[in-house]
């Protein structure tokens, strides 16, 4: 083992918030070692967004709290340190053109995640700020005068100050196992614990598989808790609209994603059931107008060939059948009730949930350490002097959108600046 080296910071984990950290640091001379276990930095960076990184969100720092819910308000010191603007500014100085999607996202302008990362490391070269690759961290020690002396895979270490941005742990293949909650724990840091977020959702129910591979830019879901017995009350833990996708073990897209982290968080999913409203742009009373009018209109016709054109024909056929509709009653057949079916299949088609794909699917990892433990102004622990956190290691997870990249490279700035 290497003889023992001091250092003004040790940040442990090059990701996004690490980079931003370690390079912040060195720029106001503190001499400021990063360590990351893996061959590269920024490894979950560049799988991000389908491989081309969401970098923010056409917001202001207002839109992003917002986004965050009652996790929000812990960002404001954040985001007054960088805010998106300050983020979009950031890459582009580093030669990374952004453009704004029609859901609001901000991407580079080359679609690759690869140019994201490229910045970062060229910004933290710049730096004396040392990258130690392949160096893991093993066991940290408080020393009396509350500086940190640090084991590694490699050598030992002294710290005055210590930064972790080790992340959660979603997508573990990328290293992200959840270490820093140990080591934070260990300082006496409360841990919520850690769930998947942002990650698909699976169902037992055969015909959802049987779709697989299509998508439905515009539906409403509903995660709702079935009620209790006959004098029981159904809950609705969460609501969305957008994008969704019928996948081999059941729901992904935009709008799943975005409600998937009640199921991670509830102790029984089989107990939630996904309300999916196919047609959200049309209302009931206008949908059972149109199927009538239709009907009437077209009395030879069959019944498949009647119902919105903006429903896939094979999801059309499954939600008939859910309806125990025949697909080939003639319009001049179609009943009132039928009808009315017809219109609940489309308007609350309703879709067993059975759980998650877990933390390998997940972008995201809801909870970690206890933000109330962790003083927001400057990201240092309010448990343990000079020991400081940033990014997903927090209990600190928004909607999909940019917004959490947002909160890693704002909290990991503020802590640069702190350390």
């Not at 503190?30 to 969100?57: A, D, F, Q, W, Y």
């Not at 985001?79 to 859901?103: H, N, P």
């Not at 994201?116 to 020690?141: F, K």
Request: charged content about 25%; glycine content about 10%; overall charge neutral.
């Amino acid at each position: 083992m290497a003889s023992e080296s001091t250092w003004d910071v040790v940040v442990v984990g090059a990701g996004a918030a690490g980079l931003v950290a370690g390079a912040t640091a060195a720029e106001r001379g503190k001499r400021t070692l990063l360590l990351e276990k893996n061959r590269k930095p920024g490894v979950k960076i560049l799988m991000s967004g389908g491989t081309r990184c969401n970098i923010t969100h056409d917001t202001d720092n207002r839109g992003i709290v917002e986004a965050f819910g009652r996790q929000g308000s812990f960002l404001h010191s954040a985001l007054a340190a960088l805010s998106v603007q300050d983020t979009i500014d950031l890459f582009e100085r580093e030669g990374v053109a952004t453009k704004v999607e029609a859901t609001g996202k901000i991407f580079p302008a080359s679609d690759k995640a690869t140019d994201v990362l490229a910045a970062l490391v060229r910004r933290l070269e710049r730096t004396p700020c040392e990258l130690a690759l392949e160096e893991s961290l093993v066991g940290v020690e408080r020393q009396a005068d509350d500086t940190f002396q640090l084991t590694t895979s490699k050598r030992k270490l002294s710290a005055a100050k210590l930064l972790i941005t080790s992340g959660g742990q979603s997508y573990p293949l990328c290293g992200t196992i959840g270490e820093g909650y140990r080591w934070a724990a260990q300082f006496g840091h409360t841990i919520v614990p850690p769930r998947p977020a942002l990650v698909p959702v699976t169902t037992t129910a055969v015909w959802v598989r049987d779709l697989k591979g299509i998508t439905i830019p515009d539906v409403t879901v509903r995660v709702v808790e079935k009620a209790d017995g006959a004098g029981g009350k159904s809950h609705v833990l969460a609501e969305r609209r957008g994008s969704f996708l019928f996948t081999h073990f059941g729901l992904s897209g935009p709008v799943m994603l975005d409600v998937s982290r009640e199921v991670s968080g509830h102790p029984l999913p089989h107990k939630l059931v996904l309300e999916v409203d196919f047609l959200p742009q049309t209302s009931r009373a206008e949908l059972d107008d149109n199927l009538r009018s239709l009907a009437a209109a077209n009395g030879k016709k069959h019944l498949i060939t009647l119902v919105p054109e903006s429903l896939p024909r094979r999801l059309a056929e499954s939600l008939l059948a859910e309806a125990k509709v025949a697909a080939d009653v003639k319009g001049a057949e179609l009943g009132h009730r039928a009808r009315a079916a017809v219109v609940e299949a489309c308007k609350r088609a309703i879709i067993p949930i059975s759980g998650t794909c877990g933390f390998k699917k997940a972008e995201v990892t809801a909870g970690g350490v206890s933000l109330s433990e962790v003083d927001s102004r400057t990201m240092q622990s309010k448990l343990q002097p000079n020991l400081f956190l940033a990014g997903e290691v927090l209990d600190l997870d928004g909607p999909i959108g940019g917004y959490n990249f947002q909160a890693a490279w704002s909290t990991g700035f503020l802590a640069g600046q702190s350390v």
